[in-house]
């Protein structure tokens, strides 16, 4: 199970997660051992199986066996598999294998290089003669090896005799010969030749007590130095390869390149014998020349031992890989971990992953390699140098997450929090990881042109959320999501799954940031993640799910708490027999009905639980009684208001035809109760430019009448009887009227238009109706007509960026803001529809719609040819959803939180109530809690979401949504069971209400600092004592970094140059309403590589990483995120591809001006298309197509949305703002 989805318990490594398909488990022997703080040196135990040491983050894939783990397939991995070297195998060179792959043996001609195996059984006593190499070059002997290293003199000791068969071979020494412990170099340049090269020794010693600078090493070191210097901590020369071609630096270059002095003294850090490590992962540097790699401990073991390697050892040393910060590290930080932990501190701004030393093996515990899992299903990476963790102490770990170090005489080896991994060296003919280092790896490398900046770390290697999202659809896809237990995490909103109601709300409806909410706080206060709900109270259910049962109990209404009005729920406890209730908010008890009596079972539950939905399930409706309707009377149906802009630029853009004509069609599809009856809903039509038309379209008409009201300043309705009609009755004139009126203003010279008084008449109509209902405004440009709510050009891109900017986002005038208070007082919501060509004044123009809970929909530069099929499904899908009006909505909690801040588009007349004008199926209310008690673990905090709204038929109802989680008194608790998508839905709302009042520049600093703090204080009291230079992240907010990246990077905080402030303040309107899933694709687009479609069956492909590095130009990719739909087409895509998807053969016969994809009798083609729509529907709004063909000039909108690069606005790359972050957490942590 994914750990961010399900409490682990304490069980057996062998026992499998349930609901784990596809990824066979490990079946370890052992349980979790207690950790028992750090130790006073190093400790002998065995290296725990089951973990990837090159990678950051846990791994999914299966343990290996004894042996190789690539004996048995990983779903994850790629290509053939090569066996693990056996005795007598030769071992070849590196340089047959691009991207720094590792081979070992001869190469098969017909196979794909393959990786070597992880780790080995290592069994003390047992020597292997390794075969050399057959090149064209004589071999070297080991007495010529001898004699070519009679300058080196290595530390105090004298080193023994290597033996046979040494070259590229790594002995461990004999516990009896003491360890080499210091670097080596050699006055003599030695000419090695290509079936020889020396090993660098390691170096040990615990981590010393630094403050300040840390004194690395000298500049240079000469054999006589050598001796006389003591050792440095954890500083190892890399291992040497044997090269194949050219010859190796002489090893009279300076090896290091800094002055300061070595440390003084430095006690050992191992007992016994070093056993030999093996490299898992293919020694594949990140895209870039000069990918820095500075100095770090590398973890080679030494190679002068009498004791030899197994014969199932692979000959490949590990070192550790670093690479630097972009800024710089303060002074002084916390001081380096205990010994045990084997890390080397240093200063400067380095970061680095967690040198894992592995002790010798126990007998009979074989020791597995750790297993292949990586992001996107791609060949595995290099170690990124922030070791990145997420495994809690102290709790089992997910599949994939490493077992627990094996017990050994000394005890246990304490680990880092998840964070394991052994590190590789450099890439041969790569930087050296100190200036001036030789290059024992390798070649030298090829003259080759400038190559492409560097990138401090590899992608690959850091948490991908594509794996995150695959790993939680493989777990939680399969079986349904029962919501019986309290406060567990439910699956990612990516996750197709089936719920069962058992008497908490569907996550459809309600999902927490958290749900194991802090009992006091103060622990909340620390921790600072924010404590809130993101409710969606009218959501719609996928079609294998149950609607909301509807309960009626008549005219007493709904069974009530007497104090805090809470609605009967399943939480609710029955006393005295059944004859009265305890509230489970506020514990006030309550008096049962007569007619809501029944007896209570031997457990104390009414025997009729399960045939009442308030006494079983999570969410419900009530019929409401007459006192919960306005002025104490059932309301009236609801009324539709069309009113369409029949300016200039209105008609001369052909939109007034394509609304008629689309509304003929659309009356037929109102909301109804149910799909046989006639919708209840009444219409009107209204057209307007400086003055209004009103439509009589009474059914008893030949032809509709127009009245025309030119005074705008003080609006009214000029008709009562005939503008508010029945569709069915009124039919033939309504669609008289609609082919009438393009014809009438065909001929139009008015430019100027008016926008206040629209939405008055509108109201107004409403109101003699005395019912509530929605207006759709169809508005193309700025209301700068003489009449009330006149505006004016007040665009100004000067003060983007200053402390003026937030007056951007700011209603220009309070007129529109009064406006919407009375039309939610009346029940009038207000959707808007525009068309600008020019600056609108967004910000102004969505008051109204954003306070009385309508949408807000934005068509910039319409073009019928290019927009029109967007514009009609979208209004299509506006007219046809489920909404309710007049709504009203309160949060209950129980006693120890109350809910204190909202988000979204509503009103508040108060602190408790949330009124909406008009509540939609997508619309989504944020609500923050806080405390204001202490909370108990045992009884947990409920929520209760009670929304009161009338119906599309003119019925009152009641929707209830009840959620329990749980509370902890322990804060690791709390880092298990947050959910990362809810957070950043949270944050983004928060951020984006925050520039109203503040510089944006303030809002970006406040959410980087929110998350630094977050992520510190898990580091701090949750992980593992550490090195300050790794960065540790809680499992489940192991993506939370890259995340909030992306807002930061959105357009609404970050803009480009070519975004505008219409468009700014449209998003900024339209995300504060989003749900969770919505967000999150908007901030993490989907990017779904279309050569591996399948076309026989539904399943999308694997989606890639956000990234153009990801791009192939021989693809075709698909990318959307719920606004906008792309295909990018690669430069040398096959020609069968391409004639499949545009009926072309030619890459520049694509148009790139199409919208819909050609019509072919391909199985791609259909394919294709269906998939098209399928997302589509996913989505609240209609995502336009795309094409983007590479090196186009459209292309640098498509990279826009690549979010994991560097953006053109300036905002950081993922690694980058991942390295950012973690020196923000270092410098609170210091």
Excluded at 251 to 260: I, R
Excluded at 787 to 815: W, Y
Aim: hydrophobic residues 35%; contains cysteine.
């Amino acid at each position: 199970m994914n750990m961010n989805q399900q409490r682990h318990m304490a069980s057996l490594y062998g026992q499998p997660q349930p609901g784990y398909q596809g990824y066979p488990q490990p079946a370890y022997a052992t349980q979790y051992a207690p950790y028992n703080g750090p130790t006073s040196g190093y400790q002998q135990g065995a290296l725990s199986s089951g973990y990837s040491p090159h990678a950051t983050f846990p791994s999914k894939a299966p343990a290996p066996d004894a042996i190789s783990d690539l004996s048995c397939s990983s779903p994850l991995d790629q290509g053939s598999v090569c066996p693990p070297p056996t005795l007598g195998a030769p071992v070849s060179a590196y340089t047959q294998y691009p991207q720094g792959r590792l081979q070992n043996g001869h190469p098969a001609m017909s196979t794909e290089p393959q990786r070597p195996p992880i780790s080995q059984l290592y069994v003390p006593g047992t020597q292997l003669a390794y075969q050399q190499p057959q090149y064209s070059a004589p071999s070297t002997s080991a007495q010529q090896l001898t004699n070519r290293l009679s300058g080196m003199q290595i530390g105090s000791a004298a080193p023994p005799h290597s033996g046979s068969g040494y070259v590229n071979q790594h002995s461990v020494p004999s516990p009896s010969h003491p360890p080499a412990s210091a670097v080596f170099t050699s006055s003599v340049s030695p000419s090695f030749s290509q079936n020889s090269s020396p090993n660098a020794s390691l170096i040990h010693g615990p981590p010393e007590n630094y403050s300040g600078a840390l004194p690395l090493v000298q500049r240079s070191l000469s054999s006589s130095s050598l001796s006389s210097q003591p050792p440095i901590s954890g500083m190892a020369l890399p291992s040497s390869r044997p090269p194949v071609t050219g010859t190796v630096p002489p090893s009279s270059q300076a090896l290091f390149s800094t002055d300061a002095p070595l440390p003084s003294t430095v006690p050992p850090l191992f007992e016994g014998p070093i056993p030999l490590i093996h490299s898992s992962y293919p020694l594949r540097p990140s895209p870039g020349p000069q990918a820095q790699v500075p100095s770090s401990p590398p973890v080679t073991q030494a190679a002068f031992g009498s004791v030899h390697p197994p014969p199932s050892q692979s000959p490949l040393p590990v070192s550790l890989v670093q690479q630097r910060f972009s800024a710089t590290q303060p002074s002084s930080f916390p001081p380096p971990p205990p010994p045990s932990t084997g890390y080397l501190p240093h200063a400067g701004t380095v970061a680095r992953i967690p040198c894992m030393q592995v002790p010798p093996q126990l007998p009979q515990q074989p020791m597995l390699g750790p297993p292949l899992s990586q992001a996107n299903h791609i060949p595995p990476p290099p170690p990124a140098p922030l070791g990145i963790s997420g495994m809690m102490p102290g709790s089992q770990p997910g599949p994939g997450q490493g077992s627990p170090m094996q017990p050994t005489q000394h005890g246990y080896q304490s680990h880092q929090n998840g964070a394991f991994g052994q590190k590789k060296g450099p890439q041969p003919g790569y930087p050296g990881l100190y200036p001036g280092q030789e290059n024992f790896s390798g070649p030298p490398p090829a003259p080759a042109p400038a190559p492409p900046p560097s990138k401090r770390l590899d992608p690959d290697s850091i948490p991908s959320p594509i794996q995150v999202i695959e790993d939680d659809k493989a777990n939680r896809s399969s079986e349904p999501f029962s919501t019986g237990v309290r406060g567990q995490v439910p699956p990612l909103v990516t996750t197709s799954f089936q719920v069962k109601d058992q008497g908490n709300a569907n996550p459809r409806y309600i999902r927490c940031t958290a749900y194991n909410v802090p009992c006091t706080a103060d622990m909340a206060k620390q921790t600072q993640v924010p404590l809130a709900a993101i409710i969606k109270p009218l959501a719609e259910l996928p079609p294998d799910e149950a609607p909301p049962y509807i309960v009626d109990h008549g005219e007493g209404g709904p069974i009530r708490c007497n104090r805090c009005k809470a609605y009967m729920c399943p939480y609710m406890q029955f006393i005295e027999g059944g004859q009265r209730f305890q509230c489970a908010f506020c514990s006030c008890v309550t008096e049962v009905p007569s007619h809501y009596f029944q007896h209570l079972d031997h457990t104390g539950k009414r025997v009729d639980c399960y045939e009442r939905p308030e006494l079983s399930l999570g969410t419900y409706e009530f019929c409401a009684s007459v006192e919960y309707c306005k002025n104490n009377k059932p309301p009236q149906p609801p009324a539709y208001i069309f009113l369409i802009d029949v300016s200039y630029s209105s008609v001369k853009s052909g939109l007034v035809s394509i609304i008629c004509k689309e509304l003929k069609t659309l009356l037929d599809n109102l909301p109804r109760e149910t799909a046989e009856g006639e919708s209840k809903i009444r219409v009107g039509f209204v057209t307007y430019n400086k003055v209004l038309h009103f439509y009589n379209v009474k059914s008893v008409l030949a032809q509709p009448q127009m009245l025309v009201v030119s005074d705008v300043a003080d609006m009214f309705v000029p008709l009562l009887d005939g503008f508010l009609v029945r569709v069915a009755e009124s039919r033939a004139v309504i669609h008289s009227l609609l082919d009438q009126i393009p014809a009438m203003f065909a001929d139009t010279q008015e430019t100027e238009t008016v926008f206040g008084p629209v939405i008055q008449a509108g109201l107004e109509a409403l109101k003699a109706a005395d019912c509530p209902g929605k207006l759709f405004i169809f508005h193309s440009s700025l209301p700068m007509a003489t009449a009330p709510g006149k505006l004016k050009n007040r665009e100004d891109r000067k003060l983007i960026g200053t402390d003026k900017e937030k007056s951007l986002f700011q209603p220009q005038v309070s007129f529109y803001g009064n406006l919407a208070k009375e039309c939610v007082a009346q029940g009038c919501c207000v959707d808007l529809f525009l068309f600008p060509n020019q600056y609108v004044d967004v910000a102004t123009l969505g008051v109204v719609p954003y306070f009385t809970g309508g949408s807000l929909y934005k068509y910039t530069y319409f073009q019928p040819a290019a927009d029109q099929e967007c514009f009609l499904q979208d209004l299509r899908r506006d007219m046809r959803k489920h909404v309710g009006f007049d709504a009203v909505m309160r949060v209950r909690t129980s006693t120890g939180i109350r809910a204190t801040d909202f988000f979204g588009s509503f009103y508040m007349s108060n602190t408790t109530d949330v009124e909406l004008a008009g509540l939609d199926c997508d619309k989504t209310i944020t609500v923050e809690f806080r405390h204001d008690d202490k909370l108990n673990e045992d009884s947990g905090a409920l929520i209760q979401c009670a929304v009161l709204y009338t119906s599309c038929s003119g019925q009152r109802r009641l929707r209830v949504h009840n959620l329990a989680i749980n509370c902890c008194a322990q804060l690791a608790d709390l880092y298990r069971n947050c959910e990362t998508d809810a957070l950043v839905n949270y944050f983004a709302k928060y951020a984006y209400r925050s520039i109203l009042t503040n510089p944006t520049k303030v809002v970006r600093d406040s959410l980087i600092n929110q998350c630094a703090q977050i992520l510190a204080c898990y580091r701090k009291n949750c992980a593992s004592p550490s090195s300050a230079g790794q960065l540790i992240l809680p499992e489940c907010m192991k993506l939370l970094p890259i995340y909030l990246n992306c807002v930061l990077k959105s357009d609404v905080l970050y803009p480009g140059a070519d975004v505008s402030l219409d468009e700014r303040a449209y998003l900024r309107q339209l995300i504060s309403c989003m749900d969770v899933a919505e967000s999150h694709v908007y901030f993490y687009p989907r990017l779904l590589p279309l050569q591996k479609l399948d076309l026989e069956g539904e399943t999308l492909p694997v989606a890639l990483r956000d990234s153009e590095e990801r791009l192939s130009k021989g693809g075709v990719y698909l990318l959307e995120n719920g606004l906008q739909l792309f295909i990018w087409v690669g430069a040398s895509v096959q020609q069968e591809l391409l004639l499949s998807i545009f009926g072309t053969t030619a890459f520049g016969q694509i148009d790139p001006n199409l919208t819909v994809l050609p019509l072919l009798d391909t199985s791609y083609s259909r394919r294709l298309r269906k998939m098209i729509e399928s997302i589509r529907a996913q989505r609240s709004r209609y995502m336009k197509l795309m094409v983007v063909k590479q090196e186009d000039r459209m292309e640098l909108i498509f990279r826009h949305f690549l979010v994991e690069d560097k953006s053109s606005s300036g905002g950081l790359s993922y690694v980058d703002f991942l390295c950012h972050m973690h020196k923000e957490i270092r410098q609170l942590l210091s």
